[in-house]
């Protein structure tokens, strides 16, 4: 079964413009943060009340539009209303990922419910397949794989690590700058070199990439702005779409997306070699057997 049989649905235009964030000009992110803030209320507006809304201009609401991928304002108005109208709810005004001081331990947990079952939702129907089976065919023909992280992301390389180590495919995981950057320095064409970073801005993640990449390794990167440095340092982009929750921001709002991803990634390298690594599960399987209880 190929992972790259068809390609992904184009993302929400939301999804989109969380993407861009970190990338607009200050005029253009005042115009995104009010189209996620009440984006029925951008679709019944005009151009000028809209640029009069957010203090800036005409051109910049067309240029912000521009950077959508779209042709101008009236379709960004026809994209807003369309998506807006799918939901009774709208937007959901951000996907109730805001708590209070007052909220009860449920209201907690199914905040974190409907914030993470978006994410998941988002990132499967966003995500560019054929890059992923780009991403599957390079780890499993690799040489060697290094995966660069820090922070919550880190967490999220080492399940990675142990998952490829459990089918026989060895991977070393660097969470110190200085060790990602000695590795990344002793990599070359037919290695493959991950990086992983949610806001894909973290100089620790950026530079051993980075250098990977001048070394003649593939480099992949795993974020969730497809702008973003480690993003423009990569061959492949794979693209998450979580969103903050109060006090569970960056790393940890977006681990359950990117292990979505990157749990895709393992199952479609397993695939390739399937009796290679069904032989390795069950081998490293009945070696930590005889440790657990019957």
Do not use: K
């Not at 049989?5 to 999804?15: F, K, N, V």
């Not at 990338?23 to 005009?46: F, M, W």
């Not at 070199?193 to 001048?214: D, H, W």
Request: net charge neutral; hydrophobic share 45%.
């Amino acid at each position: 079964m190929s992972l790259a049989a068809a390609g992904p649905p184009p993302p929400s235009l939301e999804m989109r413009i969380r993407g861009l964030l970190p990338a607009l000009t200050p005029a253009q992110a005042r115009i995104a943060t009010e189209v996620l803030r009440d984006p029925a209320g951008v679709a019944s507006s005009t151009i000028g009340q809209l640029a009069a809304r957010c203090g800036t201009s005409l051109p910049s609401v067309t240029r912000f539009c521009l950077a959508l991928g779209l042709p101008g304002y009236a379709e960004l108005r026809l994209g807003l209303a369309a998506e807006t109208g799918r939901s009774s709810l709208g937007w959901e005004r951000g996907t109730g990922a805001e708590v209070g001081p007052d909220d009860s331990l449920d209201d907690v947990l199914h905040t974190l419910l409907r914030a993470d079952t978006r994410a998941l939702e988002d990132t499967v129907a966003a995500l560019d397949v054929n890059a992923l089976g780009r991403a599957v065919q390079a780890i499993s023909d690799a040489r060697r794989t290094d995966l660069y992280a820090v922070s919550g992301s880190a967490a999220v390389a080492y399940e990675l690590r142990l998952r490829l180590h459990r089918i026989g495919r060895g991977a070393n995981s660097w969470s110190d700058v200085h060790n990602a950057l000695t590795s990344a320095a002793m990599l070359g064409p037919g290695d493959v070199a991950v990086g992983i970073s949610n806001s894909g801005e973290t100089i620790e993640v950026v530079e051993p990439l980075t250098r990977a990449a001048a070394q003649g390794a593939t480099t992949v990167a795993l974020t969730n702005y497809p702008r973003s440095p480690l993003a423009q340092a990569a061959d492949i982009v794979l693209v998450t779409a979580a969103r903050d929750v109060t006090f569970r921001s960056g790393g940890l709002a977006g681990r359950h997306a990117q292990m979505i991803v990157l749990d895709a990634l393992y199952l479609g390298v397993a695939q390739r070699d399937y009796p290679l690594a069904s032989q390795a599960f069950e081998a490293t399987a009945d070696a930590v057997s005889t440790h657990r209880r019957r």
